[in-house]
T-cell receptor, first 107, second 111 residues
Framework: AQRVTQPEKLLSVFKGAPVELKCNYS??????LFWYVQYSRQRLQLLLR??SRESIKGFTADLNKGETSFHLKKPFAQEEDSAMYYC?????????FGPGTRLSVLP | SAVISQKPSRDICQRGTSLTIQCQVD?????MFWYRQQPGQSLTLIAT?????????ESGFVIDKFPISRPNLTFSTLTVSNMSPEDSSIYLC????????FGQGTRLTVV
């Protein structure tokens, strides 16, 4: 069965500090992984996807099939990064979302 | 990309009543998804709405409580029936076109 876990419910870091939001998954096939973000009072939106291999807003995520992980990283956190982050995987039709991690970047 | 309009954006309802949430997509999609999101928590899939057939409900959700309509490929409704305070939540509709797109959500408070 497909499953996505995010061990941290809340992560607080100071502005300028590195941040890593953890995501692990279980999936029998070849997964496509995503990170979604929800800023305060905004709709859930795509942040990045593993197949694009790009950096969005300074965030990157590398798919590690050996560790079945897709951790989200940013070297220097900004206050505007404070939001709810969801890791997700898809089999091409259905999406499975992790429980989410609330990132709080302190001034 | 898909643009989804969802309404109402919020409502406060009396227990025992029903609320119908509408979701309009700017393109034709085969499947539309309805989620529930408790504030600050994860998304729970309620059901998948296919045009021309009955919706498929996830474990813990039943048609009598959450009837869904899907009259065409761009529109769907979710009704929350016989509401109780436990139904207070954010309800989201979503479509998938290479990635998942979401409506802005309906914040429901049942008093």
């Amino acid at each position: 069965a497909q499953r996505v876990t995010q061990p941290e419910k809340l992560l607080s870091v100071f502005k300028g500090a590195p941040v890593e939001l953890k995501c692990n998954y279980s999936y029998s096939g070849s997964p496509e992984l995503f990170w979604y973000v929800q800023y305060s009072r905004q709709r859930l939106q795509l942040l990045l996807r593993h197949i694009s291999r790009e950096s969005i807003k300074g965030f990157t995520a590398d798919l590690n099939k050996g560790e079945t992980s897709f951790h989200l990283k940013k070297p220097f956190a900004q206050e505007e990064d404070s939001a709810m982050y969801y890791c997700a995987l898809t089999d091409g039709q259905n999406f499975v979302f992790g429980p989410g991690t609330r990132l709080s970047v302190l001034p | 990309s898909a643009v989804i309009s969802q309404k109402p954006s919020r409502d406060i309802c009396q227990r025992g009543t029903s609320l119908t949430i509408q979701c309009q997509v700017d393109s034709q999609v085969t499947m539309m998804f309805w989620y529930r999101q408790q504030p600050g928590q994860s998304l729970t899939l309620i059901a998948t709405a296919n045009q021309g057939s009955e919706a498929t409900y996830e474990s813990g959700f039943v048609i009598d409580k959450f009837p869904i309509s899907r009259p065409n490929l761009t529109f769907s409704t979710l009704t929350v029936s016989n509401m109780s305070p436990e139904d207070s939540s954010i309800y989201l509709c979503s479509v998938v076109q290479n990635e998942a797109f979401f409506g802005q959500g309906t914040r429901l408070t049942v008093v």
